[in-house]
């Protein structure tokens, strides 16, 4: 995989975090309005493993729940280790090239601004810093689920 390939998985990270985070928040705000109302008659419903309705919903919510913290936890390594990559550039103003650009989202004429620089000189530096750098082993590529 190239190297900028890698690197644009950083421009969203945020985002899809805070995706992530505020879907955990609706399942908890779900799991405390499900009713526990007593049925006429007063038996409770249950399925043929002893669970009564409610139950199996909070169940499914908590393996949802699991399954988006693993997801967090996974882009928020990611973002860690994207960090560590640009890290391997050593000039500074490199370096600041590839974290405005894949993880602020950045374009080369913000960019420019931000460095006092004209834009054929920060693509220049894009390029410098892009051809630095190599990809952990262990790199991580991930794929946002909704």
Same mark, same amino acid.
Request: aromatic share 6%; net charge neutral.
């Given at each position: 995989?190239?190297?900028?390939?890698?690197?644009?998985?950083?421009?969203?990270?945020?985002?899809?975090?805070?995706?992530?985070?505020?879907?955990?928040?609706?399942?908890?705000?779900?799991?405390?309005?499900?009713?526990?109302?007593?049925?006429?008659?007063?038996?409770?419903?249950?399925?043929? *493993?002893? $669970?009564?309705?409610? &139950?199996? /919903?909070?169940?499914?919510? +908590?393996?949802?729940?699991?399954?988006?913290?693993? =997801? !967090?936890?996974?882009?928020?390594?990611?973002?860690?280790?994207?960090?560590?990559?640009?890290?391997?550039?050593? *000039?500074? $103003?490199?370096?600041? &090239?590839? /974290?405005?650009?894949?993880? +602020?989202?950045?374009?080369?004429?913000?960019?420019? =601004? !931000?460095?006092?620089?004209?834009?054929?000189?920060?693509?220049?530096?894009?390029?410098?810093?892009?051809?630095?750098?190599?990809?952990?082993?262990?790199?991580?590529?991930?794929?946002?689920?909704?």
């Amino acid at each position: 995989m190239k190297v900028e390939t890698y690197l644009k998985q950083g421009i969203m990270l945020d985002q899809r975090i805070n995706y992530q985070l505020r879907k955990l928040a609706e399942l908890r705000e779900n799991a405390c309005s499900i009713p526990a109302v007593m049925p006429k008659g007063g038996k409770v419903q249950t399925s043929p *493993d002893g $669970n009564a309705p409610f &139950v199996r /919903a909070l169940m499914r919510m +908590e393996e949802q729940e699991e399954r988006i913290n693993r =997801e !967090i936890e996974l882009l928020v390594e990611l973002k860690d280790q994207i960090r560590e990559v640009i890290g391997q550039v050593e *000039d500074d $103003n490199l370096q600041m &090239v590839l /974290a405005f650009k894949y993880l +602020e989202g950045m374009s080369f004429e913000e960019i420019g =601004e !931000i460095l006092h620089a004209a834009k054929t000189t920060i693509i220049r530096w894009h390029r410098r810093a892009i051809n630095q750098i190599r990809l952990p082993e262990d790199a991580i590529f991930t794929r946002f689920r909704l």
